[in-house]
T-cell receptor, first 115, second 114 residues
Framework: DAGITQSPRHKVTETGTPVTLRCHQT?????MYWYRQDPGHGLRLIHYSYGVKDTDKGEVSDGYSVSRSKTEDFLLTLESATSSQTSVYFCAISDSTSGLTYEQYFGPGTRLTVT | QKEVEQNSGPLSVPEGAIASLNCTYSDRGSQSFFWYRQYSGKSPELIMF????GDKEDGRFTAQLNKASQYVSLLIRDSQPSDSATYLC??????????????FGRGTQLTVWP
């Protein structure tokens, strides 16, 4: 497995509380991503990072913020959790030595339930 | 129009058969193409990628790319029950200055029955 860990792996929280999910990599990859996966929607990109302190929005970024202060860590924050943010969250990393392919490798996922 | 479309399935094949999974994409600027396998309750796992027209083989798996017709497929030969999973197609599309973003299809669920 690529050296990617996510914490926590499971979390139950209440509506309105802030939540932070952490992704940690040991591969020194430049790109990091946060996705959510829901039945009927597949994988949807929330935010991604193309370097330390360089981040950009994905297709479902509302209600989420991210930070990347070190190459190895990418944090996803739900400022005020809502029930619609109940989902499985995956972190992914990628890089390319050829400039042709950017295959992504996924972490084990975090199952978040907002009650 | 979504960037990546997959036949949603489910696809069911007998053990030992060839399973064929298809994917079409809309952006002709797409550069590279990926197949992931995802078991229930697990994270997506990269099986293969391809970026040149034609076939690429890896064991029982063959990826086929046809850029003129904008489709990519995955063939699984001698299918096994352990191949039962959801298969995700993903496309790397260059937009702006960043190259590293993938666009995923919704996945095709494959069941291989003994």
């Amino acid at each position: 497995d690529a050296g990617i860990t996510q914490s926590p792996r499971h979390k139950v929280t209440e509506t309105g509380t802030p939540v932070t999910l952490r992704c940690h990599q040991t591969e020194n990859h430049r790109y990091m991503y946060w996705y959510r996966q829901d039945p009927g929607h597949g994988l949807r990109l929330i935010h991604y990072s193309y370097g330390v302190k360089d981040t950009d929005k994905g297709e479902v970024s509302d209600g989420y913020s991210v930070s990347r202060s070190k190459t190895e860590d990418f944090l996803l924050t739900l400022e005020s959790a809502t029930s619609s943010q109940t989902s499985v969250y995956f972190c992914a990393i990628s890089d390319s030595t050829s400039g042709l392919t950017y295959e992504q490798y996924f972490g084990p996922g975090t199952r978040l339930t907002v009650t | 129009q979504k960037e990546v479309e997959q036949n949603s399935g489910p696809l069911s094949v007998p053990e030992g058969a060839i399973a064929s999974l298809n994917c079409t994409y809309s952006d002709r600027g797409s550069q590279s193409f990926f197949w992931y396998r995802q078991y229930s309750g697990k994270s997506p796992e990269l099986i293969m990628f391809i970026y040149s027209n034609g076939d690429k083989e890896d064991g029982r798996f063959t990826a086929q790319l046809n850029k003129a017709s904008q489709y990519v497929s995955l063939l699984i030969r001698d299918s096994q029950p352990s191949d039962s999973a959801t298969y995700l197609c993903a496309v790397n599309i260059r937009r702006g200055s960043t190259l590293g973003r993938l666009y995923f299809g919704r996945g095709t669920q494959l069941t291989v029955w003994p």
